[in-house]
């Protein structure tokens, strides 16, 4: 094996923040925070591709990263933008709050 990270120990980061995103979506109740959640969770994904891609010597999991990292800006931008409407018309960015909202 070459003196890069080892598969096991890779995949096992990748999966520990893949874990503290899904706590971090199913336990915070701030918008903000669920989208920083699903940012650490789609890292993780990317993280798990580029480690595995690179166990086989394949550029596959650095294209799927390029991949992941282009919806994850995509993911920000709307994200981002629905935060700013509701907290206009909510004045809080609290989960129970905006889904409250009807109309």
């Known amino acids: ?4 990270v080892l598969l096991g120990h890779g ?5 520990i923040l893949f874990v ?5 979506v ?3 109740r701030n918008l903000l925070f669920q989208l920083l959640s699903i940012e650490i969770m789609l890292n993780a994904a990317g993280m798990a591709f ?3 891609g690179a166990r086989w010597g394949q550029a596959d999991g650095q ?3 390029i991949f992941i990292l282009v919806m994850a800006a995509a ?12 907290s206009r018309r909510v004045r809080d960015l609290d989960g129970d709050a905006v889904s409250a909202m009807r109309g």
């Open 20 to 24: 503290i995103g899904l706590i971090g």
């Open 63 to 65: 294209v799927m990263f």
């Open 26 to 28: 199913l336990v915070r």
């Open 11 to 15: 995949l096992a980061v990748a999966s």
């Open 50 to 52: 580029v480690i595995a």
């Open 75 to 86: 993911e920000v931008a709307v994200g981002l933008a629905l935060l700013l409407r509701v």
């Open 1 to 4: 094996m070459s003196a890069g």
